[in-house]
């Protein structure tokens, strides 16, 4: 397997494929933040993030092969004017920064367990 298709299967989840729920109180972040919900979408990606049952989630999808991760639970860090939400997936980090002052926009990064980032990405609100 070339180092192309693996960091491919990495993004995608596909080698240690999860659905991780962590269960982090809704009024504890949002009372500290106003988090992203929505779908957020470029030519190759959709990420979508919801809360549902006090349980904030992480369904990403690559649009060319349907291949996705679906991730609950966040590590919220920032502050009220760059928020950052982290969703850990045995050591790869999914990571998304937004800024309330510009709604309609998240940065998506994905980090491997060694620190590399694999992925970033500016994706906007469908």
């Known amino acids: ?4 298709a693996i960091a491919l299967a990495t993004i995608l989840g596909i080698s240690a494929p999860a659905m991780i ?7 504890a972040v949002a ?8 779908e957020f979408v470029d030519r190759d990606w959709s990420v979508n993030l919801s809360f549902q049952s006090n349980v904030y989630y992480y369904y990403g999808q690559n649009r060319n092969n349907g291949s996705n991760i679906s991730l609950g ?14 969703w850990n997936n045995n050591g790869t980090r999914y990571q998304v920064t ?3 002052s510009d709604p309609y926009f998240i ?12 992925l970033n990405r500016v994706l906007q609100r469908v």
């Open 1 to 4: 397997m070339n180092i192309r």
């Open 21 to 27: 729920d962590v269960a982090v109180s809704h009024q």
């Open 31 to 38: 009372a500290t933040f106003d988090y992203p919900e929505g």
């Open 73 to 86: 639970g966040v590590k919220a860090s920032g502050n009220k004017q760059r928020q950052v939400y982290t």
């Open 98 to 100: 937004w800024r309330p």
């Open 107 to 118: 940065r998506v990064q994905v980090i491997n367990p060694r620190g590399r980032v694999i």
